[in-house]
């Protein structure tokens, strides 16, 4: 007995560990990305598209998804961003219960769309895939095509599944036993809060359509980022339709040249930075699954449930941040731009060589001009950095709620570049996104978005 | 330990779920004795399942002498969650299993109990005494329903305690003293309470089940969701006995917690798929 619950927790913490290690992350943890792509493979989420066990009634999605399951499994979702916390063996149990969830069967979902649009799908679309194409996480994908004749790409949520997630959401008191013991070093109150908040902002799929659709119409134009636009005369609150987008998965590019790797990285990349600095947004969701790629760099972006708008107060001392750090080495100065985030503690006894020490290796890819190879290494060590509980710095450093989606960066993006390899001169393409640099192209990619921008700005202006 | 869910409380549900797994056959040679279409496997399969299993205990210890038969002739107090785990693994042969796998189970019940008698307090006592098993059988039928009714979905009553009727055939009760609807079951129980009284094994028992021990404070606030809920759904006469009050407790928080369980349980490798075998069968039924 002893032997295999030793065994047990030698493997948790081969898990731990390989949610830390940049590479093998995705590998590693699969299954709990239920947000997957339009166009998740079936063999991707075989359990979720197990149509013999089908979700028939409203009684059955009871049954798999209330009583706390649906809240956990969306826990698990956002597990990426509280892992240092989880227990292995809460991790393990989430990433389980992810697993669990049948599809709706045809007429539970066809029942969603009379509710939601007034009419059976088969009387709203031309043609009705009535076998889902993909999970997502608390509702499905199927294909269609418009009466207008355009391929569409329709997510039905569960029936009653926003109502009883609601309901399991307000009981606070059980809330906190849970999460006490599923991430007992975590600020419970805080974990509560945010899940709360991200939760129900997901359950609203009105909210989902017009954050993508502002991506959308932002890049709209663009040489290489595409994100699908919303059809909102065939979206509601549990069903959201948008174009139907193609492109091959994660899994196929790494076996693709070194160049056209590069390529998708940089578009990866320039899409992140962009969307935060200037749209003050962030798509909280970087994972190989949301993504779809075309030839040359092209990448079309998937699923924006988990969106984070900053305001310009929350933005302004990130940017400073990294101009007096990377741009105008000023220290004294990033000190007080981190205290000024609320970072930092104000009057830290730490010196500020300390503070630099600890922070830089953020930095570390955009900190000087020349070409970076990005590494499942660094990524580990950048995530490592993020959870250092032991360093001089601890215990006067925060991370302020409104920034802790910022994690997913260090976790999701730089992981996934490591993953690709990918090699380019991040500080030149990060100078030409920095508000208080806006640099030349620096690459072709960056010469193709020239002609886009100045339509943006145009549009912008009008 | 960071690992588990507290020491005695992960080992009880890593060994139940073994239990489980093992039970549900993946090729079943027959439906055995209840079948897919059964109120026995809903109720076997009810949210509630685990509330009426602790109450369904309460109350089997409060008969001295079926206490006795247990704390005379097992290892319980150096292993209990043995001891619960093979009972739960017999429960659910019995329950999913075909019949040659439950006759199986039945049989080697059958043989322990030959070995399980001896004296009480001066009176004899055995494990096959026919009052005793259908004592053990009544409280735990009567407590899955219950824990549908309190916690769960409530099941038809009467079909529930004819189909459990063979469950007491197959540990030796003559067919003709086992109760078939819910009214004579009932009774049955009532005529018992005179002779149930608090023994000191018993005490230990609830004891143990109620606040076992080992549990990390964390555990031990989610327990306690569960040990109200067994406490409100025991009939008046048992918690007067055990000199407990029933507590406050809302459904939703029972349910919730229960929820949180079946979650660990789910997260088990090998309880998913033991769980769509049975899903697969009572869809075909």
Sequence with gaps: MTGRRRLRFARGLAAARLALRGGARYAGNAPRYLAAGLFAAAGEHRQQLREDLALRTAEDVAATLGTMKGVLMKLGQMASYIDDGLTPAARRTL????????????????????????????????????????????????????????????????????????????????MRKMLRIMAPSQDVDGLLAELRERITEELDYRLEARNQQLFADYYRGHPTIHVPSIVPEYSGQRVVTSELADGARFSALTGRSAAERDLAAETIYRFVFRSLYEMHAFNGDPHPGNYLFGDGGRVTFLDF???????????????????????????????EAMVEAGFLLADAPVSTETVIDHMAVFYDTVRTPGRRTMT??????????????????????????????????????????????????????????WPFVQGPPSTPLGEAEVAWRSDATADRRA | M?????????????????????????????????????V???VAGDLSAPVAGLRALLMQALHPLAMAGVDQHSDWRQDPVGRLAATSAYLATVTFGDRAAADRAAARVRRVHEHVRGTFDGEPYSASDPTLLLWVHSTFVDSGLAGCELFGTPADADAYVREMAISAALLGVDEPLIPSDADSLSSF?????????????AQETAAYLLD???MDDEIADLWEEIRNAVLISLPPWALDLYGLAAPDVRRDEVRGALGLLDAVFLGEPGVLEARQRI??????A
């Excluded at chain 1, 389980?96 to 599809?103: F, G, I, K, M, T």
């Excluded at chain 1, 449930?305 to 000023?330: R, W």
């Design chain 2, 279 to 284: 899903t697969l069968r009572m869809r075909a």
């Design chain 1, 95 to 174: 990433s389980r219960l992810q697993d669990s969830v049948p599809p709706m069967s045809p007429s539970l979902a066809s029942s969603v769309i009379r509710q939601e649009l007034g009419d059976a799908p088969e009387e709203i679309f031309a043609t009705w895939d009535p076998s889902p194409i993909a999970a997502a996480s608390i509702g499905q994908v199927h294909r269609a095509i418009t009466r207008d004749g355009r391929a569409v790409a329709v997510k039905v949520q569960y029936p009653g599944i926003a109502e009883m997630i609601a309901a399991d959401l307000g009981n606070v008191a059980l």
């Design chain 2, 189 to 201: 129980i009532t005529t018992l309470v005179p002779r149930l009284a608090l023994t000191p094994a």
């Design chain 2, 2 to 38: 960071s690992s588990s869910y507290g020491a005695d409380a992960a080992d009880l549900v890593e060994r139940s779920a073994a239990a489980f797994i093992a039970a549900v056959p993946e090729q079943p040679a027959d439906d055995g004795y209840f079948g897919p279409g059964s």
């Design chain 2, 212 to 214: 076992p021990p080992g």
């Design chain 2, 40 to 42: 026995t496997w809903r």
């Design chain 1, 305 to 335: 449930g988990l969106v984070k708008h900053f305001t310009d107060a929350e933005i302004a001392p990130l940017v400073s941040m990294v101009k007096y750090l990377c741009v105008e080495q000023d220290p004294a100065a990033f000190r």
């Design chain 1, 376 to 433: 499942g290494s660094y990524a580990s060590s950048v995530s490592r950095k993020f959870f250092d509980f032991h360093s001089p710095l601890a215990p006067y450093a925060r991370i302020p709620r409104s920034y802790v989606i910022l994690q997913r960066i260090n976790l999701g993006l730089f992981a996934l570049l490591g993953d690709l390899s990918a090699t380019a001169d991040w500080r030149r393409i990060a100078e030409e996104i």
